[in-house]
């Protein structure tokens, strides 16, 4: 997998805008996002982003669905 390294910012809907357009089209992509230290982001908004991000949509997949209830041990605090 190779990286590209650029800037951009979050604009106001809470979309990536990159500063400088890609040479790539038509291609999935994986970005990370890195935040300065100084810039706290809150619980709330990291549980809006998971939410809402198709990032997590293979664990709908039948075949991830691979445990039951009677797997395991019961918890016992």
Same mark, same amino acid.
């Given at each position: 997998m190779k990286a590209i390294e650029t800037t951009g910012h979050i604009?106001?809907?809470g979309k990536? @805008?990159?500063k400088h357009p890609l040479a790539l089209t038509n291609r @999935? %992509?994986?970005?990370?996002v890195l %935040?300065?230290?100084?810039?706290?982001? @809150?619980?709330?908004?990291w549980l809006k982003a998971v939410g809402t991000s198709d990032s997590?949509?293979?664990l709908?997949?039948?075949?991830?669905?691979? $445990?039951?209830?009677?797997?395991?041990?019961? $918890?016992q605090s």
């Open positions: 604009d106001h809907e990536l @805008q990159i @999935q %992509v994986k970005i990370i %935040v300065p230290e100084g810039d706290d982001i @809150q619980d709330d908004e997590f949509n293979f709908n997949e039948p075949e991830e669905d691979i $445990y039951t209830l009677s797997d395991g041990k019961p $918890y």
